[in-house]
């Protein structure tokens, strides 16, 4: 099985990237002018993008040492990482702190140890525009 990769923390490929088409690089916001005619504003977002990689009720799941790995990682102040996912595709990310980090395990127990399964949602920031080819 190929593997997500957030520097060198492996990710399993089930996770996934949930809100993938949930961006636009067009930006666009409305106004109305003082004679109360529409004013639309767009213009293109070169980074910005909103990467969220999620477990699902049936895989994806992630062993707890990779969620202390990754949860020690959103620790490290102003870290641009590598997002390498299973098919190949590269994106240069941040973790994104203003929202949570949600880790939980799949069977909870009073012994965990580094090989208990989590199910994850690790939002991330793209932090520079994608390689174009």
């Known amino acids: 099985m190929r593997n997500h990769t957030l520097g060198a923390i492996a990710i399993p490929?089930?996770?996934?990237?949930?809100?993938?088409?949930?961006?636009?690089?067009?930006?666009?916001?409305?106004d109305t002018g003082l004679t109360g005619a529409l004013i639309i504003h767009q213009g293109l977002r070169t980074e910005g993008r909103p990467i969220t990689l999620t477990s699902n009720t049936n895989g994806g799941w992630v062993p707890r040492g990779t969620v202390l790995a990754l949860h020690a990682q959103r620790a490290l102040p102003d870290t641009r990482l590598t997002l390498t996912l299973a098919d190949g595709r590269e994106f240069t990310v941040m973790h994104d702190l203003t929202r949570e980090f949600e880790a939980a395990p799949v069977r909870p127990a009073c012994d965990m140890t580094n090989a208990t399964n989590y199910r994850i949602t690790l939002p991330l920031i793209q932090t520079a525009p994608p390689e174009t080819p």
């Open 13 to 30: 490929e089930d996770v996934w990237w949930t809100d993938e088409f949930a961006w636009s690089a067009l930006a666009q916001e409305n």
